[in-house]
């Protein structure tokens, strides 16, 4: 009731998202990911319950099966009276099996074209370290079409819920886990913080020495999710430029620069290149250094 009242009195300073861009659309898209991807979660359970209870031959002949394995084997099933549980579980299964690769499809389909939106939205958002397209459409959703709304990174961070709370007692001083504010982009946070902690060497040397201070693990991702929230909110404000892989292409072509001769000066592999060209992977510090390396090239 608060929030409308300020609204009606005029008070109300904060300015709403609009919806009226590339942003709404790529809401609406994840919307219908989602969608197929907990229902695609729910037919692999279906799948497996259904063959843990299946008569024995049929579950001894799938059972030590993965998930893909189950599915392709399940869909080519040609089951025969219904009226045999044998024969009904057969049947069952190739629906269920055949739901999941519908399933499977539709997530390609939708995955590839958020996969484009999100990049052409926002090329340094996408380059960022552990930020994935399901990451960056839920930071640029959470942000709305026009994330300069947002008065400064602080407000972003309370967005997320990952500002700190004051939870100190006594002599102890500390801070507890903020619950509130969009828990979606509060997890795309969590997710790029664990995707560092693992394979980001800085990051391990932070959890490293922040260990030796004391924190635990939950405090320590807890600094991290609130430092990476400082640098999505630059990245959705005030994102840098950064080469986009079709140029850097037609870039290569213009020279007469092959793949190979690229990937042996650059000291990489051709697929490396090919899948920055294409689109495939986002990485900005790459994309910097080759395009530099082009410039010499033509100024040679």
């Not at 960022?128 to 407000?155: K, Q």
Request: with cysteine.
């Amino acid at each position: 009731m608060n929030p409308a009242r300020s609204v009606l009195n005029g008070e109300a300073t904060v300015v709403p998202k609009t919806h009226d861009s590339v942003v709404e659309s790529i809401r609406a898209l994840r919307v219908a990911f989602t969608s197929a991807r907990n229902s695609r979660t729910r037919v692999a359970l279906q799948i497996r319950d259904l063959i843990v209870t299946a008569p024995a031959p049929l579950r001894a002949e799938i059972e030590g099966l993965t998930t893909a394995q189950r599915v392709a084997r399940c869909a080519r099933f040609r089951p025969g009276d219904p009226t045999d549980p044998r024969e009904a579980t057969k049947l069952a299964l190739r629906v269920l099996a055949r739901r999941y690769e519908a399933l499977t499809e539709e997530m390609k389909e939708l995955g590839s074209v958020l996969d484009d939106l999100t990049y052409k939205v926002n090329p340094a958002l996408r380059s960022a370290r552990g930020v994935g397209v399901d990451v960056a459409a839920i930071l640029l959703v959470a942000a709305g079409d026009n994330p300069e709304r947002l008065r400064n990174e602080s407000a972003f961070a309370a967005l997320c819920g990952v500002s700190p709370v004051q939870a100190s007692s006594g002599l102890t001083t500390r801070h507890r886990l903020n619950r509130s504010g969009n828990r979606q982009a509060n997890n795309a946070l969590w997710r790029i913080a664990i995707v560092r902690a693992t394979h980001d060497e800085e990051t391990r040397a932070y959890v490293a020495r922040r260990l030796t201070e004391g924190k635990t693990k939950r405090e320590i991702i807890r600094c991290l999710k609130r430092h990476i929230a400082r640098e999505i909110f630059i990245h959705l404000t005030n994102p840098a430029v950064v080469p986009v892989g079709t140029e850097l292409r037609a870039e290569r072509n213009a020279a007469k620069i092959s793949l190979t001769t690229a990937s042996t000066e650059l000291g990489t592999y051709p697929l490396r290149i090919s899948r920055l060209e294409r689109g495939i992977d986002h990485d900005r510090q790459f994309a910097e250094q080759y395009r530099a390396w082009l410039e010499q090239q033509k100024a040679a």
